[in-house]
């Protein structure tokens, strides 16, 4: 229920009458008619979405150690792969660059296998840069999955 009181003062119009003041009163009742079915839609709404959370809750209990040792994983693989570029395939595309770029220059070599050894040398050094991104990325998805910095 609702009550409401409400004072007017009042001047002259437009005319020059001099106008009354007035007051006004309101009760206002408000009559469930539908309540029990409304609070009993809301309450069923809310239930699952309570079972909901609790589903994904457990789920992600069950789910994080894989994505734990999958992370892992992925970091050591990915470590390889960079020491074998670096180790390797690196040092060895870059020796070819150099020597191919000393041969030009005395002039033993064609422009084309010159500059094929740079392409070469410089696609090895970007694919071992995306190799040390790819780490540090799956370290910060590591370091996510476990709420803290390694």
Known sequence: MDIRLAYGQR???F?????SNLVSGS????IPLW???RQDSKL???KKDHEAAINF???LLESLPYRVDALVTEIHDTQRNYRLFSDALLLQADQWANS???AYE??????NTMIEAQIRLLRFELQAANYIFNIYQKRAELEEVLGGPL
Do not use: I, M, P
């Open 57 to 59: 809750y457990r789920n």
């Open 100 to 102: 191919s770029l000393k």
């Open 44 to 46: 069923a709404a809310t």
């Open 35 to 37: 309540q029990r079915k």
């Open 27 to 30: 009760v206002t009742l408000n």
């Open 15 to 19: 005319t020059g009458r001099d106008l």
């Open 11 to 13: 001047g002259e119009d």
């Open 106 to 111: 005395v002039g033993s070599l064609e422009f």
